[in-house]
């Protein structure tokens, strides 16, 4: 977000309390966000995404290696999952470009004033992300099912925490990335009401993703294409049952269901 987004509650540096953001000045730091993203030149955005997509590949490997560092218990998986932040907070952190957090910051300038324009400079935000984020993590995918990533037990124990993305059929794993797709898009809403706290905001609300076992179609990429990769997968399922459903999804839950229900609590009250 940018540097003048609003701050939440606290001490600040002249030793006042600073008033929280109220919904129309979220709107308007998301918004304006999203126009500086907009903005930006095509080669810009698709090396920050090419980033964010190798970057987040440390998910997997943060949930390969506990994985494999624990015993076979009823809560393996709880403990595991604390690695799936790991990659969300290198990638928002690191102000990469992820496709699913730009659900919301690109459709707020789109909603707020609608035109061909608009929707052809959403669409092509989109475009170039999404395809930056799908080969950095193909790249990373590929690096190690070559083997060239971690040793044997956890290459092992990353295949085997992506293989439960096998369990959903196209549908359910559409309706399945909704909820991601709107959590995601919720971190971005309220970071800028949260700077001091966004280490904490993101690990919650992606644990919380990694837990309820919600699609997301970025790592969900990462482990689709390891899955495709190591021939557990082939490439009519990776595609059209894995890749597409989870995309299709995060939009449904991010730049539809989140945004629409954002937007419209302040509409007619935006501050321009």
């Not at 196209?170 to 001091?196: E, H, K, M, S, Y």
């Not at 990769?229 to 399922?237: N, Q, Y």
């Amino acid at each position: 977000m940018d540097d003048d987004a609003p701050q939440a509650d606290g001490p600040q540096p002249d030793g006042k309390a600073q008033k929280a953001a109220d919904a129309k000045d979220l709107h308007r730091a998301v918004r304006e966000a999203g126009e500086s993203e907009l903005d930006r030149p095509a080669g810009a955005l698709f090396w920050s995404g090419l980033a964010a997509g190798i970057a987040i590949h440390s998910s997997l490997i943060a949930e390969g290696a506990l994985h494999a560092g624990l015993p076979d218990a009823p809560w393996r998986g709880l403990v595991a999952a604390l690695g799936y932040p790991v990659g969300f907070l290198v990638v928002i952190l690191g102000r990469m470009q992820l496709f699913t957090e730009s659900t919301i910051t690109a459709m707020l300038p789109l909603v707020t004033k609608p035109s061909l324009w608009a929707l052809r400079r959403t669409v092509r935000l989109w475009a170039i992300v999404l395809g930056a984020n799908l080969i950095g993590t193909a790249l990373a995918a590929g690096m190690v099912a070559a083997g060239a990533l971690g040793n044997a037990e956890i290459r092992e124990a990353m295949v085997t925490v992506s293989a439960r993305i096998l369990e959903l059929g196209g549908w359910a794993t559409f309706v399945n990335a909704i909820p991601a797709g709107f959590l995601i898009a919720v971190v971005a809403w309220i970071l800028p009401n949260g700077r001091t706290q966004a280490f904490w905001i993101i690990l919650a609300i992606t644990y919380v993703i990694a837990i309820a076992g919600f699609s997301h179609s970025i790592v969900g990429a990462d482990e689709a294409f390891l899955l495709l990769f190591t021939g557990h997968a082939d490439l009519g399922r990776t595609v059209f049952g894995l890749l597409i459903p989870a995309i299709l999804g995060n939009l449904v839950g991010g730049a539809g269901l989140f945004t629409l229900l954002a937007h419209g609590q302040v509409q007619g009250e935006t501050r321009e």
